[in-house]
């Protein structure tokens, strides 16, 4: 059947443009249950922030939303639609929908997500191991006939897989895949995603988001150009779908704006740029916890937002996700060393205005 989306032009426009979309956390009561109040300070804060989208239900919400017993999926993708409804924000925000599992699965999620008036749903494509390309490929065009698709180059470490040429030339040819987020941290399998991209027939119409959080600025900053039948095409990540933009997400825009400035002016100030790319990376080390296999990465995300008022705790659904040792030390040095990076100022001033 069709795709049945309020996917405006006025929001593939911005997709296409590049904006910041944070990948919404999940915030908890020290019972681990679901903090409602928290959960939509923290959309508003979003909002606020001039994020031009959200991505909730993904992995930063924690998969373990949609366990039997649990059962958060459906309510904390409710509480985002209702606060950014209220915020009237119309054309100019893009909601996105985390959608997993079997095709089956992903299809109820991708219908949910549309009584809710999600625009666009993040396809993970974890836990599909067992599952051939070609069968997930097909596990795409069911979801992408139900509502428009994020595609997702879920990293290795986390649950993924790697996937061939071959498979990215055919997702990109999927009518209703809008954009491809790519987060495998190897710039061998990123630059295979992009090159099929480019040799697609609809690669003009996908949008690349980067999600390699070891390597942001970069990412943004870079034109990727090959030779396609004898023509030159060129992709660039445009914008961001980032765990690490759910923290300092304020300060996340203003860079955004600070790498499409440079990009526009031919490439003036880039040296600058890629110096505050390195202070990123080490943010986003004490944050994500390589050190540790990526251990502590969301009670790092959840400690910046508690440190800021945002969130009450640092709380996971799993007792055994917590800060691993040194990890809190790594995000105050971080804080200190990059003040102009965080956003603290901000999110005091949104805080009074939200008593």
């Given at each position: 059947m069709a795709a049945q989306t309020g996917f405006s032009a006025a929001k593939r426009a911005i997709l296409k443009q590049g904006t910041?979309?944070?990948?919404?956390?999940?915030?908890?009561?020290?019972?681990?249950?679901?903090?409602?109040?928290?959960?939509?300070?923290?959309?508003?804060?979003?909002?606020?922030?001039?994020?031009?989208?959200?991505?909730?239900?993904?992995?930063?919400?924690?998969?373990?939303?949609?366990?039997?017993?649990?059962?958060l999926y459906e309510p904390v993708l409710a509480l985002a639609a209702e606060e950014i409804t209220a915020?009237?924000?119309g054309d100019r925000f893009i909601s996105v929908a985390g959608l997993c599992g079997n095709t089956e699965q992903a299809?109820?999620?991708?219908e949910l997500a549309l009584r809710y008036g999600y625009d666009m749903g993040l396809l993970s494509m974890g836990g599909l191991q067992g599952k051939t390309e070609a069968e997930i490929l097909e596990?795409?065009?069911?979801?992408?006939?139900?509502?428009?698709?994020?595609?997702?180059?879920?990293?290795?470490?986390?649950?993924?897989?790697?996937?061939?040429?071959?498979?990215?030339?055919?997702?990109?040819?999927?009518?209703?895949?809008?954009?491809i987020k790519a987060a495998p941290f190897n710039r061998y399998q990123t630059l295979e995603l992009v090159r099929a991209v480019c040799h697609a027939s609809r690669g003009e119409e996908i949008?690349?988001?980067?999600?390699?959080?070891?390597?942001?600025?970069?990412?943004?900053?870079?034109?990727?150009?090959?030779?396609?039948?004898?023509?030159?095409?060129?992709?660039?990540?445009?914008?961001?779908?980032?765990?690490?933009?759910?923290?300092?997400?304020?300060?996340?825009?203003?860079?955004?704006?600070?790498?499409?400035?440079?990009?526009?002016?031919?490439?003036?100030?880039?040296?600058?740029?890629?110096?505050?790319?390195?202070a990123v990376t080490d943010m986003n080390a004490a944050i994500f916890d390589p050190a540790h296999d990526f251990h502590g990465c969301i009670p790092g995300i959840h400690d910046v937002l508690r440190r800021q008022g945002l969130m009450d705790g640092i709380w996971c659904l799993d007792p055994d996700e917590r800060l691993?040792?040194?990890?809190?030390?790594?995000?105050?040095?971080?804080?200190?060393?990059?003040?102009?990076?965080?956003?603290?100022?901000?999110?005091?001033?949104?805080?009074?205005?939200?008593?």
């Open positions: 910041v979309i944070p990948a919404h956390p999940l915030a908890l009561t020290s019972e681990r249950k679901l903090d409602e109040a928290n959960q939509r300070l923290l959309t508003r804060y979003y909002l606020a922030a001039g994020a031009g989208g959200v991505a909730v239900g993904v992995h930063s919400t924690q998969f373990a939303i949609r366990d039997p017993g649990i059962n915020a009237g924000t299809l109820r999620e991708a596990r795409a065009r069911a979801v992408a006939a139900v509502i428009p698709v994020f595609g997702f180059y879920l990293q290795p470490s986390v649950g993924g897989r790697v996937f061939s040429y071959d498979f990215w030339l055919e997702f990109a040819e999927i009518p209703n895949v809008q954009a949008a690349l988001y980067t999600g390699n959080d070891d390597n942001i600025v970069a990412d943004l900053l870079t034109t990727y150009t090959f030779d396609v039948r004898g023509k030159k095409v060129s992709k660039r990540f445009e914008g961001g779908l980032l765990g690490h933009w759910a923290v300092w997400t304020h300060a996340a825009v203003a860079l955004l704006k600070e790498v499409k400035r440079c990009r526009d002016n031919g490439y003036a100030d880039m040296d600058e740029l890629l110096a505050k790319g390195v691993s040792p040194g990890q809190a030390d790594e995000i105050t040095r971080v804080c200190q060393a990059y003040p102009d990076l965080t956003d603290d100022a901000f999110v005091t001033d949104f805080l009074v205005r939200q008593r």
